[in-house]
């Protein structure tokens, strides 16, 4: 036997009850709500009969709540509340003041840029919550593609981003050399480049970064030398870490510097055919829910022109 379906009762009648809980006046409660005394003594009974639980004792001289009724209201008082908040609510999601935001991000906008943009954006829109995911740049592609993230900041060679994203450029920077501290080419402040292409590279695999790797491997590869490829490592720290251990040199983003390492320097080389990377924020095409609009207007203001 199926049980019986919960009675279906509109706010009006809630806020009847309301009125009569409050005044506990049949007359005054109608002169609040701008009615007459019958209709309103009518929809509270026809509200008990749907409750099958009477909600007022009743006498000639005095009203009082039931206990139902004073189980019920201040639930009523918080239902009524909210729904009066529902059309605000409803205008601050349409305008990206309130809502979800998932962004992924790559690591070296992790060490300043991020940081600060996340502390300026919640002060403005406190009630957006921002999911923040640290992921390379393919996982980022794969997770934009299932709809498990809104959003990324991701690293390219220079007007390389991907084609199938939106994309809104960030900064450009050149890449910096990271050594061992003890190493005989940090001694200076210009390492020599012929010296520097002979040396054990650590790098970060293809797959993570196609474009920037491919501008560091043509280095060598114009240069008439096979790329000396020692260890690979997909997040900057590590490898940073790999070259403070004496592993090889490594080629980094300049924002990577900020990671102060013991044992690690970096040197910032002048060779004319050094490649540059890009950070750009990334979204899928189509329709743009409002909390990302937002965040993309706000680092659209936010962001020195490259």
């Not at 509340?81 to 992924?104: I, M, N, S, V, Y």
Request: aromatic share 6%; hydrophobic share 45%; with cysteine.
């Amino acid at each position: 036997m199926n049980p019986k379906p919960a009675p279906s009762i509109d706010l009006r009648a809630w806020r009847q009850f309301v009125a009569v809980a409050e005044e506990l006046h049949f007359g005054r409660a109608a002169a609040r709500l701008h009615m007459t005394q019958p209709p309103l003594t009518q929809a509270i009974a026809q509200l008990e009969r749907l409750l099958q639980v009477p909600l007022f004792h009743r006498t000639s001289r005095k009203v009082a709540l039931a206990p139902a009724g004073e189980a019920l209201l201040p639930e009523v008082r918080e239902l009524l509340a909210r729904a009066q908040a529902l059309p605000e609510r409803a205008r601050a999601a349409a305008d990206g003041h309130t809502g979800r935001l998932r962004l992924g991000f790559v690591s070296t906008v992790g060490f300043e840029l991020l940081p600060r943009w996340v502390r300026s954006f919640r002060e403005l829109r406190p009630q957006v919550a921002m999911e923040l995911v640290e992921a390379t740049s393919d996982v980022q592609l794969q997770s934009l593609a299932q709809d498990e993230l809104d959003a990324g900041l991701m690293l390219h060679a220079p007007g390389q981003a991907p084609g199938q994203l939106q994309s809104l450029r960030i900064a450009t920077e050149p890449l910096v050399l990271a050594l061992p501290a003890d190493h005989a080419l940090a001694a200076g402040p210009q390492p020599d480049w012929e010296a520097v292409l002979q040396q054990a590279l650590v790098s970060f695999p293809r797959r993570i970064l196609p474009s920037v790797h491919d501008a560091v491997m043509r280095l060598y590869q114009e240069a008439g030398r096979l790329p000396p490829v020692v260890q690979e490592a997909i997040q900057m720290q590590t490898i940073v870490n790999l070259v403070s251990a004496g592993i090889g040199v490594a080629w980094v983003p300049e924002s990577v510097t900020r990671f102060r390492r013991d044992g690690v320097v970096y040197r910032r080389m002048a060779h004319a055919g050094l490649p540059e990377c890009e950070t750009s924020l990334v979204w899928p095409p189509g329709q743009v829910h409002p909390a990302l609009a937002a965040f993309i207007d706000f680092v659209g203001h936010n962001t020195a022109p490259c």
